[in-house]
């Protein structure tokens, strides 16, 4: 402070007041007598008398000048909020009312709530709101019942007309590209239903459809079935192309068999010409897969092909499961029987040894996984398609055939039991003086299968063998 300064010389130094100071109560606190602080409020408003009068008040030193916002809250204006394009503050012009703030529909979205709206009025002395309704669509209309005076603060709220209905949809199932439930527009028609599901896919039957209806009635809701052509709807035909109502369903149902077919496969693996998978159809043959694949290499060897069946699988995993249950349930009864019937420590160690036993055979069984392999004689399938080998082919077969071995195992009671190199030609009794001849423990006559088997892989079957005339195939067996 320099000498006696006043209100107005400070607040010039101050660089004057803000546009947003309330003029009508500037405080100064001070101190007084060096015992309290006190409060002076003065009005400085230019359209106050006093002003001038108040600006040449002298200041203290330690005194503080407050000038406090002018309140946030805006005056003489009106809102208009919801589901309009322009959600803003008005002006209040004299004599306004609330058709000046929406003046037609081109100042609404699409789709407003008709049947009301509301102005939220600030209602004196304590200011508290009050709602008063007014229906939209008559003020629209130009009723000048539903378009009252506005008044300082009103907020006009307008709402989306689905924020107070329900909307209406149609929902459509089956083979279309996208099914589910879409809204339903004024006379929409299956051919628009469709075209927004994204059309008919490749699978769908086009011949026929249904379409569900509901219906009240007196003891509540009943269903209509209609029945139409799709192909004839996507075409336009008045008689198919059925007008939708509200909640109805339409299904499209897939050609038949149309899914079975595209999970008919069946794998052929190893020594094949073509190996791999191949689509087949409904009561398609082993013979016929094995044809289309080329038939078989000149290394084959039928007599040890593999045919593995995905459901033959399942059933063994089942059986498998149960074989597994029974086992712990033997086990836990002759646990409990051996702790209550044991008199002796050698029926105690019999009854411990056939315990460990099947608890060994429950653990391989339990890492056991099933094959679904089927017993099948390739070679006689090969040159006898009437065989009952000839299986007819089931999703997800697998048929594997190998490449013929070129050893020859000679085993049980011999002197040396060993594999040797297979030789043309060469009999059972050269392979056996080999390996030193049978022990004299051995039993001759069960030499004959051997016999058999050895004949059976020095056979080679090419892809002309399989087509031999039924005559040639029937000598062929006969050797």
């Known amino acids: 402070m320099k000498e006696t300064q006043t209100i107005g010389d400070v607040i010039e130094l101050a660089g004057g007041v803000l546009p947003v100071g309330y ?36 200041l203290k030193d330690g ?25 803003r503050e008005y002006e ?17 979205l699409p789709e407003p ?8 009025r600030l209602m004196p002395p304590d200011l508290h709101p009050e709602i008063i309704e007014f229906n939209l669509g008559a003020l629209m209309k130009g009723d000048p019942d539903q378009n009252p005076m506005l008044q300082d603060q009103d907020r006009v709220i307008i709402y989306d007309k689905w924020e107070k209905e329900q909307k209406p949809e149609v929902t459509v199932r089956g083979a279309v590209r996208n099914p589910g439930t879409y809204r339903l527009y004024k006379g929409m028609t299956v051919k628009d239903l469709i075209f927004q599901a994204g059309n008919l896919n490749i699978k769908a039957f086009q011949e026929r459809a249904d379409l569900a209806r509901i219906i009240p009635n007196k003891t509540g809701t009943g269903i209509m079935k209609v029945t139409f052509c799709p192909r004839k709807a ?9 007008l939708l109502q509200e909640d109805d369903q339409v299904y499209i149902r897939e050609i038949p068999q149309y899914s079975n077919a595209l999970e008919r496969k069946v794998f052929l693996e190893g020594e094949f010409l073509f190996p791999g998978e191949y689509i087949f159809s409904q009561g398609e043959r082993l013979t016929s ?12 060897y039928p007599f040890g092909a593999v045919f593995l069946r995905s459901s033959v699988r399942e059933v063994q995993r089942v059986r498998l499961s149960e074989y597994v249950s029974k086992l712990e349930r033997d086990i836990f009864a002759m646990s409990a029987l051996s702790a209550e019937t044991a008199t002796d420590k050698e029926q105690a160690a019999a009854l411990a040894q056939s315990l460990a036993s099947k608890r060994e055979l429950l653990q391989k069984l339990r890492q056991a996984e099933p094959t679904g392999r089927m017993v099948t004689d390739l070679r006689e399938v090969l040159v006898l398609p009437s065989s009952p080998y000839n299986f007819e082919l089931r999703p997800g077969d697998h048929l594997i055939i190998k490449k013929r071995p070129d050893s ?25 003086n080999l390996v030193g001849g049978p022990t004299d423990n051995a039993e001759d006559d069960e030499m004959a299968a051997p016999r058999i088997m050895l004949k059976m892989m020095r056979f080679t079957l090419s ?17």
């Open 92 to 108: 209040l012009r004299p004599e306004m009312r609330l058709r000046d703030i929406i003046p037609s529909y081109d100042y609404l």
């Open 289 to 300: 897969v094995i044809e289309r694949a080329g038939g078989l290499t000149e290394e084959a």
């Open 63 to 87: 005194d503080v000048v407050k000038v406090y916002p002018v309140h946030k809250e805006t005056r003489q204006v009106v809102y208009l909020e919801g589901h309009v394009k322009y959600p």
């Open 234 to 242: 996507m075409a336009g035909a008045p008689t198919d192309n059925l």
């Open 408 to 432: 020859i195992n000679v085993l049980g009671e011999v002197y040396n039991p060993t594999a040797l190199f297979a030789e043309k030609g060469k009999s059972v009794g050269y392979y056996l």
């Open 23 to 58: 003029l009508q109560n500037v405080v100064i606190e001070r101190v007084e007598g060096h015992k309290r602080r006190v409060i002076r409020s003065f009005n400085l408003d230019p359209a106050y008398e006093m002003t001038n009068i108040n600006l040449l008040i002298p």
């Open 463 to 479: 892809r002309q063998t399989a087509l031999l005339s039924v005559k040639a195939r029937r000598v062929f067996l006969a050797l």
């Open 113 to 120: 709530y008709l049947p009301q709206a509301e102005i939220i």
